[in-house]
């Protein structure tokens, strides 16, 4: 038999999981559902809605591109700096290749973990655990570096941190796509892309000035970064809706006129209409 719930219609499990999903809902919209608004509002709020997504995950993600510039400007620092026999161009590579073998190893999983949990609280504990790491990599900054030990600490670090950068991509794309419909994904998700480049670009600029402040002292750039993904953090958790429908929003594909008709006759004999229909268009963006 067959269920509605929220505009959403399926059977059994289907209906099961899609319930579960909005009972986990965070507090900050667990009780909102647009669907029930006049079309011209309900129009407005799934623009704003795709717009918030949209910069949420952006700027999480160029948050992400500080850092590695962050840690690009402190590697000039440790090969300059006092302990500059111990930390040589080939001991600094190593690092970097440590990070980048697990993040080509954890890609592949964390996609099958983005497919089978929660995004949003995916993406959550992704970036408190990138907070924790960036720090664990300034820390040592901090102390007296003429120790072999740190050779082994920074390898540690920089594996966590591939294996939780990892984890943000997959998830990332999955929800951009969910978002948005076929027409306008593929220019989009380039345009959502150049995160990367923003990044880049902010925050070498950022970096530069926080240097003139801090000096020599190359771990309170790390520090800084990691203060700012714990609260990107919070902004995720409470505030990034994964999938449209847990608000009652619909994302339709564009469709032949043949399945229009149908799809018109379909929802004339049922019970449960759902009043908000996008139009086709040759290209839209919502």
């Known amino acids: ?109 964390s996609g099958i973990i983005g497919d089978n949990f929660d995004q949003r609280r995916v993406l959550t504990w992704a970036y408190l655990g990138l907070g924790t790491v960036f720090f664990m990599l300034g820390l040592p900054g901090f102390m007296d570096l003429s120790s072999g030990f740190w050779y082994y600490y920074f390898i540690l670090v920089m594996i966590l941190i591939g294996a939780l950068n990892a984890m943000l991509w997959p998830s990332f794309i999955s929800i951009v796509g969910h978002w948005f419909p076929k027409s306008s ?44 993904v714990y609260a990107w953090a919070g902004v995720i958790y409470f505030f990034l809706v994964p999938e449209p429908d847990l608000i009652g929003i619909s994302v339709k594909e564009k469709s032949s006129s043949k399945d229009s008709e149908v799809e018109s006759q379909n929802t004339s004999v049922s019970s449960g209409d759902d009043n908000h229909v996008d139009q086709g268009h040759s290209i839209s963006f919502w």
């Open 1 to 109: 038999m067959k269920r509605s719930i929220q505009g959403y219609e399926g059977t059994g499990s289907e209906y099961e999981s899609y319930q579960e999903k909005l009972t986990n809902r965070p507090t900050t919209w667990k009780q909102v559902d647009y669907s029930a608004l006049p079309p011209d509002e309900y129009l407005k709020r799934k623009r704003t809605e795709q717009i918030k997504v949209y910069l949420v995950t952006y700027i999480a993600y160029s948050l992400i591109h500080f850092e590695r510039v962050f840690w690009s400007l402190s590697k000039s620092y440790l090969k300059t700096g006092p302990y500059k026999e111990y930390f040589t161009t080939s001991v600094l590579s190593s690092f970097d290749f440590a990070e980048l073998i697990a993040y080509s190893i954890f890609l592949y999983l």
């Open 185 to 228: 994904r593929g220019f989009l998700a380039g345009l959502w892309s150049t995160c990367n480049n923003t990044g880049n670009i902010l925050g070498i600029q950022l970096g530069a000035g926080l240097l003139t402040i801090f000096g020599d002292n190359w771990q309170w750039l790390l520090v800084t970064i990691s203060l700012l």
